[in-house]
C-alpha cells in the first residue's frame, strides 16, 4: 500500500512535469545536411488542402492553404516553408496569428502554446505573381508554379513547393492532398490522384476537386492547367491510367505513352504492386527538356512527342519517370544527398525496360556504352564522380543518374540475378511509404545476399574513380578485344 502510495506520487510528480514541460518554437529545419532550412521541426503534417484560383492570363494566384498537422513537442511558436506572394491572414485553429517572414522561413507566433501530441489546423491566404520579387538561396532546378502563356504547369523537385505554397517542404514530412483548383471554363485542370468532382464557379470559372489518399511529398505536387484532352488506359490489376495531353497532339501522345500498361506490369513484377490510386502522364505544351516523376502523374513537355525527344528514345523517359513511383515517391529519400536512390534506380529501370523488350544482348550493349560514359574524363570529374555524395548545387548531375544506375548493375553481377532481384521487392517493401537511407539500402543487399558490400558501395558510391566492372559480369572492354582477336 505504501509502495503504491509512493509510485502515484512520483507518478504525478513526473505527469506534472510533463505538463509543465515549456512551450518552445519549432526547429526552423529538419536537418537535412544539404539544405538545414528545407522542412521545419515540431510537427507533422497529415494533409494540405489547396484552394487556388488562378488566372492564366495574369499569371496571379489567390489561395488559402489549409494545413491539418500533429505538434511533435509542445510548441510555442512553429515555421513553414514559404516563398513570395502578399500574405492576407495566417490562423492556427480558427484564430488569427502574429507571423514574420524571412527569406524561404515564414514563423507563426502562437498565443496559446500547443500540447506534444497535439492536432493543430493552420490556414494562409494569399495572393500575387508566383515567384515575384522572390530571391531563393535554394533555387537550385526546383521552379514552383511556372506559367508558360497558354498554360500552367509545376515542377518542384528540390525546393520548389515552398515557391507556391506554405508547406514542410521536405521529402521526410509526407501527407495527403486535395486540390480545388478554379481557373477560367476553358481550361482543365489536371493534379495528383484522382479527380473527385468538377463544378462551375461563379463569373464563367470551373473548380476542379483533385485529391490523393497517399503520402507525397511536397515537391511531387502538381497543378497542370492547359488546353487538355484526357484519354483513358487500364494498368494491371484494373489500375486506373489517366494521360493529359495537349489536344491537337492527342493522338501522337495516345500512341507514344501506349507502353505505359506493360512497363507497369513489368515494373509491379520486379519491385512490387504499383503504390498509388492511379497513374498517367501529363504533357505540357510547351519544350520543357526535361520531365519529372510527379506523383500519380508524371510531367512531360511537348518535345516527348517528337521524334528527337531528348535526342533518345520516348520509351525511356516514360519508363524512368514511372519507375519513380516505386523509387522516389514511394521510397522518398531520407535526405537530399540520399538523391541516386531515385535517380540511380529511375535510371537502372529504363535499362530493365529495355532487357524485357530486346533481350540480354541488348541490355549488355546498353550498360556497356553507360559504362564508357561514366568512365569518360567528364564524370571522373572529382566534383561530380561520386553519386553518393553530389554537391547540394547539382543534386542532378549525370554521374548521379548514370553511374548510381550502373551501381546496381555491377550489385546485379556481383551477388547474381537471384539475389539482386530479390533485394530490389525487399527494399521496396520495406520503405515503401515511407523514407530510406542508403546505409538501409546497403543493409538489405546484405541481408538478402547474405555478403559483406562495404568495400563495394563505397567504391561505387563514393569513391572519384570508377570501379572495375564485377567479376562474373560481362567484362565490356576486355570481351570486344578478345572477339577481335579470335576474329
Ligand atoms: N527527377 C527528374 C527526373 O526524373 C529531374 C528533375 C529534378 C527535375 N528536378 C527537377 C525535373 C525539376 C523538372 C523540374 O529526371
Ligand atoms: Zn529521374
Known sequence: MRKLLIILVIGCITAGAALAQTARPGDAGLG???FPLLGNGGYDVQHYTIDLTADVEDNTVLATVTIDAVATQALSAFNLDFLGFFVADVTVNGKRVVYERDGREMTLFLKEPLDE?????????????????????????GLGWANYGDGVFVASEPAGAARWFPANDHPLDKATFTFRITVPEEYVVAANGLLRETRAARGGMMTYVWETEYPMATYLATVNIGDFVRQED???????????????????????????????????????????????????????????????????????????????DPQSVIAHELAHQWFGNSVSPASWQDIWLNEGFATYAQALWIEHERGAEALADYMRGLYAYISSPALQ???????????????????????????????????????????????????????????????????????????????????????????????????????EQAG
Open 32 to 34: 537535412d545536411p544539404y
Open 117 to 141: 501530441g497535439e492536432a493543430f489546423t493552420t490556414t494562409v491566404t494569399y495572393f500575387g505573381v508566383p515567384g515575384e520579387g522572390v530571391a531563393d538561396p535554394y533555387d537550385v532546378f
Open 234 to 312: 487500364e494498368g494491371p490489376d484494373g489500375l486506373p491510367i489517366r494521360n493529359y495531353f495537349p489536344a491537337q497532339l492527342a493522338q501522337r501522345g495516345t500512341r507514344v505513352f501506349e507502353n505505359q500498361p506493360r512497363m507497369l506490369a513489368l515494373f509491379s513484377d520486379l519491385f512490387g504492386p504499383y503504390p498509388f490510386e492511379a497513374y498517367g502522364a501529363v504533357v505540357v505544351d510547351t519544350p520543357l527538356g526535361f520531365a519529372l516523376e510527379t506523383q500519380t502523374l508524371s510531367l512531360f513537355g511537348r518535345e516527348v512527342l517528337s521524334v528527337f525527344s531528348f535526342g533518345r
Open 381 to 483: 570529374d572529382p566534383r561530380i564522380a561520386a553519386p553518393g555524395s553530389p554537391p547540394p548545387e547539382a543534386l542532378f548531375n549525370p554521374s548521379v543518374y548514370q553511374r548510381g544506375g550502373w551501381t546496381l548493375h555491377a550489385l546485379r553481377l556481383r551477388v547474381g540475378d537471384e539475389a539482386f532481384f530479390e533485394i530490389l521487392p525487399t527494399y521496396y517493401q520495406r520503405f515503401a511509404y515511407g523514407n530510406a537511407t542508403t546505409e538501409d539500402f546497403i543493409a538489405v543487399a546484405e541481408e538478402v545476399s547474405g555478403e559483406d558490400l562495404d568495400e563495394f558501395f563505397r567504391a561505387w558510391l563514393y569513391e572519384t574513380e570508377v570501379p572495375p566492372v564485377p567479376e562474373m559480369g560481362l567484362p565490356p572492354v576486355i570481351e570486344d578485344e578478345e572477339l
